[in-house]
T-cell receptor
Framework: ETGVTQSPTHLIKTRGQQVTLRCSSQSGHNTVSWYQQALGQGPQFIFQYYREEENGRGNFPPRFSGLQFPNYSSELNVNALELDDSALYLC?????????????FGPGTRLTVT | TQLLEQSPQFLSIQEGENLTVYCNSSSVFSSLQWYRQEPGEGPVLLVTVVTGGEVKKLKRLTFQFGDARKDSSLHITAAQPGDTGLYLCAGVPSGGNEKLTFGTGTRLTIIP
């Protein structure tokens, strides 16, 4: 069984730029959630995708957007980067139905905005 | 927004000692999970508790869900250096739909 993978591992961007982060879900999982984790804090929910549609969103501005593809992989896009966007971005996959609240996390993408 | 408060925020103890980490909220959760996260990695699921009063054991780790499903605790017996990490509780709000709310985290360091 293949686990959740994310790319890239690390990324450095300049304020105002745009970034795309990628996530491949665990095999058999059809739901992907994205989280932002600032240093020393717990992850904060950004949004979730199920069947290629956004299925819930946390308290993040519209410049945070996403996509889910037919193979259940997902992208997180952030426009007009701000310094406060520097964080670890985590992707988690789960299987809708049953114990669907159990999410499995990837290793994350460390984004630094300068 | 439901908030899960963890205490203590930081804990540093000697190898072999026992410890308890708490996760509290004023809201009810349909289930609660505990994760451990090591530097440079994503959180790894340790356990899920779903019934008020439920107790689960995972080797030296004991997890308890409060009777009212508003709080949880993690007790580690005879801590070992390999237990070092960031411990996160996360709850699925009652009536929620897979949208985990994470706690503030407890950073645990076990000194050999």
């Amino acid at each position: 069984e293949t686990g959740v993978t994310q790319s890239p591992t690390h990324l450095i961007k300049t304020r105002g730029q745009q970034v795309t982060l990628r996530c491949s879900s665990q095999s058999g999982h059809n739901t992907v959630s994205w989280y932002q984790q600032a240093l020393g804090q717990g992850p904060q929910f950004i949004f979730q995708y199920y069947r290629e549609e956004e299925n819930g969103r946390g308290n993040f501005p519209p410049r945070f957007s996403g996509l889910q593809f037919p193979n259940y992989s997902s992208e997180l896009n952030v426009n007009a980067l701000e310094l406060d966007d520097s964080a670890l971005y985590l992707c988690a996959s789960s299987r809708s139905g049953g114990r669907s609240y159990e999410q499995y996390f990837g290793p994350g993408t460390r984004l630094t905005v300068t | 927004t439901q908030l899960l408060e963890q205490s203590p925020q930081f804990l540093s103890i000697q190898e072999g000692e026992n410890l308890t980490v708490y996760c509290n909220s004023s809201s009810v959760f349909s289930s609660l999970q505990w994760y451990r996260q090591e530097p440079g990695e994503g959180p790894v699921l340790l356990v899920t508790v779903v019934t008020g009063g439920e107790v689960k054991k995972l080797k030296r780790l004991t997890f308890q869900f409060g009777d009212a499903r508003k709080d949880s605790s993690l007790h580690i017996t005879a801590a070992q250096p390999g237990d070092t990490g960031l411990y996160l509780c996360a709850g699925v709000p009652s009536g929620g739909n897979e949208k985990l709310t994470f706690g503030t985290g407890t950073r645990l360091t076990i000194i050999p």
